[in-house]
């Protein structure tokens, strides 16, 4: 290995390096490769709701520290969080994404993108679809588990317990997944499902179901989700 | 390698490929005897559910590509698809699977079956028990967390979101893991718990905790669940 | 590899040859440092509820063959049950972990200790601070997706089904996580959250919401969890 010098090289070789020992080794794709298409996306301008990916992930590693009462330093957050390494991979594999019609297909773009997908699935159990736009400060907490559609959006500093869906009823095609604001709180467990609105600074409390939509500020709990309380306007 | 020139060979690469860099390597268990034994197994007559290892993962591959809109290729199927690749490897488990009685025992047979449900868990996060009965087309969307005990039966053409559990309710031994029928649809998170039938076409929304039988064509919801409504008949 | 003679080399070099294969690999770790620090675990006289790690293991392993209807042979217990190579890893990375102010800090010991943790997370899907303390005998059943915070207790002999969490509110800061009593079932997906106390002999349904504390003896279910009746005392 070359030394890595700069927080994007140290970031995209700690992931280079648990995907290429844990899911994947040199024979599915070269380290190599993988390392200069995640440093790429890292270093490129392409923006996901309004951040460059450098932007983001600083930012992502910064909510750790802030929200996370376990963690004490930034070197163990970005080497021992997996819901930090997942949200790298990715950014990188959306910006290797091609949509529909915009000569996506099977290239290897588009592979490339499933590839680091379906490496994350595997290394870390967090399923993101590359299509799915995700704000910057956003922390996944334990990780374990978590889904996010294709449709999805998820705005910036909101934090996601272990074992959240933001999924599709299955009724569906075209934009079927959730849209969570900015600073929302989503309990472990919990399953939102549909494209629908979950507003800035909601609260959704452990293993709920949430079908329709949740204002801003509200606190909801259970299955069918119904709203508990609100938190005051800052 | 030797170039692998059947559907049977390249689905038997993915998988030993996935699992020979993921989690075991050379040391624990040779490449070479696992893809043999997964190949061997595919081309084997023993039924599962009515139907050839062959059989069974054909139609398993095609319900991915009618089922999930975010699929478009067979390729990204069989290639990323990890609930697929789990359930190639239960079937191959399976067919290594020596009941109680049948000469089984801590024979080599069953300890390369209960490897393979290991490795899986590990790789992929999909505990299914070798001795469960698994029809054809059956989709395992996003996969992770699914745990399908060892008198578990699932028919044709269902669909199982990740997080389902089909399991014991603890207070039984023997036959004590639930009967799921064909084309029923269980969403994510749900725990089917018990010696209990799930009829033909039934769904369970997301987040169930299922303790008594659904009749076919059902539609349940909750903890514990009740039915809300039935499907038309075709 | 030199051969393993007694239990702990047995187990030590089962754990390190997971995790050095499948999550981590020559580069992050040596394999022989790691299974040297988990024999050295092994073999010290440090106590976690009462127990060396040593007996502590062998607990472990019996009380898989005593409860798991599925499991027939100690050597499966060992080989094959992620939860049991999970609570081995915390075990060791407990030994390596030190309390805030008792020179840990960012020491090579409090790494150890999250390295072990982290990989558990990535390899088994179990994520346990290595500051819990969990007492003997103690299984995880299928083990995907568990979360056990920092400060969190679990009693000897208590069975723990995949999905559970033994989280925080979010709320409080310092001691912030579950008590839980021995001999205690939970449910698989169950979260229990906050510094409660469940008590001996309790039994929690799958998918409930624990908030407020659950006496001795007690069954509950749901969400929020209501108790439903009580074990005869022994």
């Keep these: 290995y070359k030394p890595a ?27 190599d490769y993988l390392y200069d298409h995640i ?22 590693a910064r909510a750790i520290i802030r929200r996370d009462p376990a963690c004490e330093t930034l070197l163990e957050a970005v080497l021992f969080m997996k819901g ?14 091609k949509p529909d ?41 334990h990780a374990t588990g978590v889904v996010i559609g294709e449709t999805a959006t998820v ?4 934090t996601i317990l272990h074992g959240v869906t933001l999924g599709g009823t299955g ?16 309990g472990a467990g919990t399953k939102i499902l549909g494209n629908i609105t979950v507003g ?6 452990a293993l709920s179901v949430v079908l329709r939509p949740i204002p801003g500020g509200a606190t909801a709990v259970g299955s069918p989700a119904r709203i508990i309380g609100f938190v005051p306007k800052e």
Tied chains: 1, 2, 3.
């Excluded at 440093?39 to 992502?60: K, Q």
């Excluded at 930090?84 to 994404?97: E, M, N, Q």
């Excluded at 490496?119 to 922390?139: E, L, T, Y």
């Design 84 to 97: 930090f390494l997942s949200l790298v991979l990715h950014r990188a594999a959306r910006r290797a994404w």
């Design 171 to 186: 009724k569906e095609n075209g934009d079927r997944h959730p849209k969570i604001g900015r600073d929302v709180l989503i």
């Design 200 to 205: 800035d600074r909601a609260k959704i409390g």
């Design 5 to 31: 010098r700069t927080f994007e090289e140290v970031i995209s070789r700690i992931v280079t390096h648990r995907l290429s020992t844990c899911s994947g080794g040199s024979s599915t794709i070269c380290p």
């Design 101 to 141: 019609g915009a000569g996506g297909g099977a290239s290897g773009s588009r592979f490339l993108a499933l590839l680091l997908q379906s490496q994350a699935s595997s290394a870390f159990g967090v399923d993101i679809h590359p299509a799915a736009s995700i704000g910057c400060g956003v922390m996944f907490d």
């Design 155 to 158: 705005g910036d500093n909101t």
């Design 39 to 60: 440093l790429a996306a890292f270093m490129g301008n392409e923006l996901e709701c309004g951040h460059t990916m450098a932007m983001a992930v600083r930012e992502d």
